[in-house]
């Protein structure tokens, strides 16, 4: 354990009678290394020895900030921080909030996620404000290095930003065409699903499930969906749109989003007490349209792949291969449940299953239809969607739940011949 030095512990001086104060706050800091996290940072600390926290911060006076046509100062929350606590899983936990400016929000949280930081939320706090002003809230656990580290790359590219350009930009680049032209039948192909078509845009819309304070179950219609409009042309196309996301799924969206050019412009919730937790980021991107919905479906990918994660560890079904999945499905006693959209169900589906998309509302309600005590075998297309509708079953009360690993897809491989 490194032992901080005196000059970097920033705390107030002991009132006579508290050495024993002193020796824990000593201690704590200790822990944290306050003096390599200053050290990494390139920022001036101040230790709290009441909460143990040692926090950095950096006002943002690069830049001038009118708020309601009035001089907005640091002081009055345009600082950003970064603050460290010792961990009880790893060796330190940091949460911190950073003060950007539009073109400096998607590159600051590439910068973040590369580095081993979790981005928790992106909002305003501010109307009126000139030039906009965005607070991007960051977290994380690791080593304390790791995550100064963090800190201090996402500082570094907010540096690099203004350097290039002192003024912040005013726009993404513009040139999008006025009138829309897109394409409804390939972005179908590729989400399988069948869209919204209004005056050449095109729009998809994907529900989710929750289950509200008062009992209620809310889904697609009810604002739970995560969606993505298009407009532009084919070749020169926009998209914007929402990803409903529980909270382990979030950072496996916002890298995948990121990594593929994807704009992120903010992250917040829409509700309050709903099970499970959801959390909404908004996107915006330009460029074709085939290209946009091949980065959007990926992320839907990377969010149902930590969804399935979630529920393979929650436990409560078993997964089977293809050849005991057909096996079971032969004898005729247990009945096979496709969890999959109703669109991809009707372009082919194992012989004898049900549709019950596991994106709807009335899931609960078709899969009540089956006894609870007999098993039920559970497919989709690649198993993941299966995983999470399987744990869901168990958490309804059924007794022998079977998921068909690698969904149709591995079903289909193995020989056998899907059902239209």
């Not at 963090?150 to 999008?176: D, M, Q, T, W």
Request: glycine fraction near 10%; aromatic fraction near 8%; charged fraction near 25%.
């Amino acid at each position: 354990m490194r032992m901080a030095t005196f000059n970097s512990m920033h705390f107030s001086p002991a009132p006579v009678g508290s050495f024993a104060s002193l020796i824990i706050a000593l201690s704590a800091s200790a822990a944290l290394d306050t003096n390599r996290i200053e050290q990494i940072t390139g920022l001036q600390g101040a230790w709290n020895a009441a909460e143990g926290v040692f926090k950095v911060s950096q006002p943002r006076n690069d830049v001038a900030v009118k708020v309601d046509e009035w001089k907005m100062r640091p002081f009055m929350g345009l600082t950003s921080w970064a603050a460290f606590l010792e961990g009880k899983k790893a060796e330190a936990m940091v949460m911190g909030d950073l003060v950007l400016f539009e073109d400096e929000v998607n590159p600051v949280m590439s910068a973040a996620l590369d580095n081993g930081l979790e981005v928790t939320a992106l909002h305003n706090h501010f109307f009126f404000a000139e030039p906009q002003v965005y607070f991007m809230h960051i977290g994380g656990e690791g080593t304390v290095e790791k995550l100064a580290d963090g800190v201090k790359a996402a500082l570094a590219k907010v540096k690099e930003i203004r350097a290039a350009n002192p003024s912040p930009a005013k726009s993404f680049g513009g040139g999008i065409p006025e009138r829309n032209a897109i394409s409804a039948a390939p972005l179908a192909e590729a989400f399988t699903a069948t869209p919204q078509v209004k005056d050449g845009m095109v729009k998809f819309v994907f529900g989710r499930v929750a289950r509200m304070d008062c009992g209620c179950v809310v889904g697609k219609e009810m604002g739970l969906n995560t969606w993505a409009s298009f407009g532009g042309t084919d070749d020169n196309a926009v998209v914007d749109g929402d990803f409903a996301c529980q909270e382990n799924e979030l950072q496996p969206v916002l890298k995948s989003l990121r990594g593929a050019g994807i704009h992120i412009v903010a992250i917040h919730h829409h509700m309050i007490h709903e099970t499970p937790r959801y959390v909404f980021l908004h996107y915006w991107s330009r460029g074709k349209a085939a290209d946009l919905a091949k980065a959007i479906r990926m992320a839907r990918g990377e969010q149902t792949k930590a969804a399935a994660a979630k529920a393979r560890a929650d436990g409560g079904f078993k997964e089977i291969n293809a050849a005991d999945f057909e096996k079971r499905r032969a004898k005729g006693k247990a009945p096979v449940l496709d969890v999959r959209s109703p669109e991809e169900f009707a372009k082919g589906h194992v012989t004898g299953a049900i549709n019950a998309d596991i994106h709807s509302p009335d899931f609960a309600a078709k899969a009540a239809q089956f006894d609870k005590k007999k098993p039920i075998l559970v497919n989709c297309h690649l198993g993941s969607r299966g995983a999470i509708a399987a744990a869901e079953l168990s958490r309804l009360g059924f007794k022998s739940v079977f998921n068909l690993d690698g969904g149709l897809d591995a079903w289909e491989k193995a020989g056998h011949h899907a059902e239209k």
